[in-house]
Nanobody, 127 residues
Framework: VQLQASGGGLVQAGDSLRISCAASSASGDAFNGFAIGWFRQAPGKDREFVAGISWNGGTAYYRDTVRGRFVISKDNAKQALYLDLNRLNLDDTAIYFC??????????????????WGQGTLVTVSS
């Protein structure tokens, strides 16, 4: 499974942005049975969980600081994952990475669950 994140950019505080992750695989069904997630890494900080969605789309989970502002979604037919970032603030500045779990189970917010990673897309929020 290969993941390609895109859609990052420079925005102002309070703005909204959608970032995307395109998946590809030999089977042509990259997300089948996989949990999908977004992580981010700010300069000088560790990579942290942002949002995750279960393999069937039935459960979504967010870190506290983005809950109510960010929305994770996926389109299995398009093999795409999205993260809508709303009411952005300076603390949201980071490289955002998409990830997929593979055929395994575990907590959506655990980095250890995810075995496939995209290269990241930079989101910069200015005041």
């Amino acid at each position: 499974v290969q993941l390609q994140a895109s859609g990052g950019g420079l925005v102002q505080a309070g703005d909204s942005l959608r970032i995307s992750c395109a998946a590809s695989s030999a089977s042509g069904d990259a997300f089948n049975g996989f949990a999908i997630g977004w992580f981010r890494q700010a300069p000088g900080k560790d990579r942290e969980f942002v949002a995750g969605i279960s393999w069937n789309g039935g459960t979504a989970y967010y870190r506290d600081t983005v809950r109510g502002r960010f929305v994770i979604s996926k389109d299995n037919a398009k093999q795409a994952l999205y993260l809508d970032l709303n009411r952005l603030n300076l603390d949201d500045t980071a490289i955002y990475f998409c990830a997929a779990s593979g055929p395994r189970m575990g907590p959506l917010n655990s980095r250890a669950l995810y075995i496939y990673w995209g290269q990241g897309t930079l989101v910069t929020v200015s005041s």
